[in-house]
Antibody, heavy 120, light 108 residues
Framework: QVQLVESGGGVVQPGRSLRLSCTASGFTFSNYGMHWVRQAPGKGLEWVAIMSHDGSYIQYADSVKGRFTISRDNSKNMLYVEVSSLRPEDTAVYYC?????????????WGQGTLVTVSS | SYELTQPPSVSVSPGQTARITCSGDALPKKFAYWYQQKSGQAPILVMYDDRKRPSGIPERFSGTSSGTMATLTISGAQVEDEADYYCYSTDISGNHRVFGGGTKLTVL
């Protein structure tokens, strides 16, 4: 079955950077697009970024454009997001999610998330 | 930026029909998707392409879309359906993906 496990979260100071990882299993990772979505404490879901199966298509939410970088390693079944110049408002649970198809369709499976807390 | 609008809350008694709406200007041209998120858990997909139900989702869940509004209907809502529900879609270009603000469904 599809499994997605996020890691790399923690407490980080404002202005610093962090790399979040997502380990995928149970499906052919290189055939599917992958998303990052975040959820601030007590708030709704916010879509963050998408990368197509081969990395040729990338889109970011306006709120993170220029600060977040999505990437993937199909040889390792891994998805990443580098989050830089962190702000307190970036505090959230970060989920990785599998896309229905190779590009950027809807999300069909989600991981359990990793919490990032931006605080001095 | 593109927005999807949902009511903040819907409340029904067990066995009643719950309807959760999602409005967006691009919905006449773009599919709506629905996610259920129970407290402390990751979201799960409960409806895709406006009206298709993933395997394992009870038949009491159904979806429709007309004009600029998509609707998730839970016929005969159960206590276990109590959750936050989010719609998801894209703007007309297909490049800007967005979730609605979420609707808290209370069944009691």
């Amino acid at each position: 079955q599809v499994q997605l496990v996020e890691s790399g979260g923690g407490v980080v100071q404002p202005g610093r950077s962090l790399r979040l990882s997502c380990t995928a299993s149970g499906f052919t990772f290189s055939n599917y697009g992958m998303h990052w979505v975040r959820q601030a404490p007590g708030k709704g879901l916010e879509w963050v970024a998408i990368m197509s199966h081969d990395g040729s298509y990338i889109q970011y939410a306006d709120s993170v454009k220029g600060r977040f970088t999505i990437s993937r390693d199909n040889s390792k079944n891994m998805l990443y997001v580098e989050v830089s110049s962190l702000r307190p408002e970036d505090t959230a649970v970060y989920y990785c999610a599998k896309s229905w198809d190779r590009t950027g369709s809807h999300l069909d499976y989600w991981g359990q998330g990793t919490l990032v807390t931006v605080s001095s | 930026s593109y927005e999807l609008t949902q009511p903040p809350s819907v409340s029904v008694s067990p066995g009643q029909t719950a309807r959760i709406t999602c409005s967006g200007d691009a919905l006449p041209k773009k599919f709506a998707y629905w996610y259920q998120q129970k407290s402390g858990q990751a979201p799960i997909l409960v409806m895709y392409d406006d009206r298709k139900r993933p395997s394992g989702i009870p038949e009491r869940f159904s979806g429709t879309s007309s004009g600029t509004m998509a609707t998730l209907t839970i016929s005969g809502a159960q206590v276990e359906d109590e959750a936050d529900y989010y719609c998801y879609s894209t703007d007309i270009s297909g490049n800007h993906r967005v979730f609605g603000g979420g609707t808290k469904l209370t069944v009691l």
